[in-house]
């Protein structure tokens, strides 16, 4: 009798184990980000930058840094009619949060007009230098234009020898000493009729002095010597019908006495007008900076003869 073999044997019809699945380390995990963070980028080369091309966004909208290329959307337009503009529909984004307003060279954007400060020059002169002829007609039959116009020009030429032939003929205004030279030998007549020319020159140039100087106190600006000079061609140009007329007529005529009130007015308004335009200053601080000119004009020239 064969006989059987008792034991533990392999059965070939049974299903072989799976070994256990093992846990991958923790190493071998993507890392996660912390609590509240975006998940770290993928592996591999960084985003390039890309900066915005011109005109991708609307017109005047600002440009933004953008890493990953993403485009922002274009802010909203206020409704037509608000903002008033010409340029993009009929409204502009002028004066709006986010946008710039753009500016002239040399613009004031805080500026709301002219004012006027006393004291402020003009920028450049009101126009080219008159000639004598010109210049002489221009103080009689426009006053304010051309003392505005040679406010930055010197007058000296004119103004000399105006004044100085005014000193020869003011020594026939007044009646004593005309009759003082028509007295006197030739010799002795002519160092008077010179000495009393350049005397008024002399006059000319300080009273001019005084006036200007006052000027520049009451806060004026204007330059020293067209004050100066234009001051002479006034004391002489107004005093000059007075003078003609008293050297054929003498000084206690009447007709002479009238003309010497009426051209002295009209020194006061040539003097007001003269400071007011070449100093920049209204006419009350232009007439007090003339007032001790013509003071002294009434006492030395005129008062004898009114």
């Not at 953008?66 to 608000?82: E, F, I, K, L, S």
């Not at 107004?238 to 003309?259: E, K």
């Not at 007011?276 to 003339?290: C, I, N, R």
């Amino acid at each position: 009798m064969a006989g059987f073999r008792i034991g533990r044997g392999r059965d070939n019809n049974r299903t072989p184990q799976q070994p256990p699945r093992q846990q991958p380390y923790a190493s071998q995990q993507p890392p996660q980000a912390p609590y509240g963070r975006q998940p770290y980028p993928p592996a591999g080369p960084p985003p390039q930058q890309q900066w915005p091309q011109p005109g991708a966004g609307g017109h005047g909208e600002p440009e933004y840094f953008d890493p990953y290329g993403q485009q922002h959307p274009q802010a909203p337009q206020p409704p037509y009619g608000q903002g008033g503009g010409a340029g993009h529909g009929g409204y502009s984004n002028d004066n709006n949060p986010g946008y710039t307003q753009v500016f002239a060279v040399g613009e004031d954007p805080y500026s709301q007009g002219a004012t006027y400060h006393a004291g402020a020059g003009a920028a450049a002169p009101a126009g080219p230098r008159l000639p004598w002829k010109e210049l002489l007609r221009g103080i009689v039959t426009r006053p304010g234009q051309t003392f505005l116009q040679m406010r930055d020009y010197a007058v000296w030429g004119p103004a000399l020898t105006v004044t100085f032939l005014y000193g020869l003929l003011a020594v026939f205004g007044l009646d004593d000493a005309r009759k003082d030279v028509i007295n006197a030998t030739l010799s002795k007549a002519v160092p008077i009729v010179l000495s009393a020319g350049v005397a008024f020159l002399i006059c000319g140039l300080l009273l001019g002095a005084v006036t200007h100087t006052l000027a520049r106190q009451l806060g004026g600006d204007g330059a020293w010597q067209p004050t100066v000079g234009l001051s002479m061609l006034v004391m002489s140009l107004t005093d000059a019908p007075r003078l003609i007329f008293a050297v054929f007529l003498g000084g206690d005529n009447g007709l002479v006495q009238v003309l010497g009130w009426a051209t002295w007015v009209a020194a006061g308004f040539l003097f007001t007008s003269l400071v007011a335009k070449s100093h920049d200053l209204p006419w009350p601080k232009a007439l007090g900076a003339s007032a001790i000119q013509l003071i002294a004009l009434l006492s030395i020239i005129k008062l004898g003869t009114i």
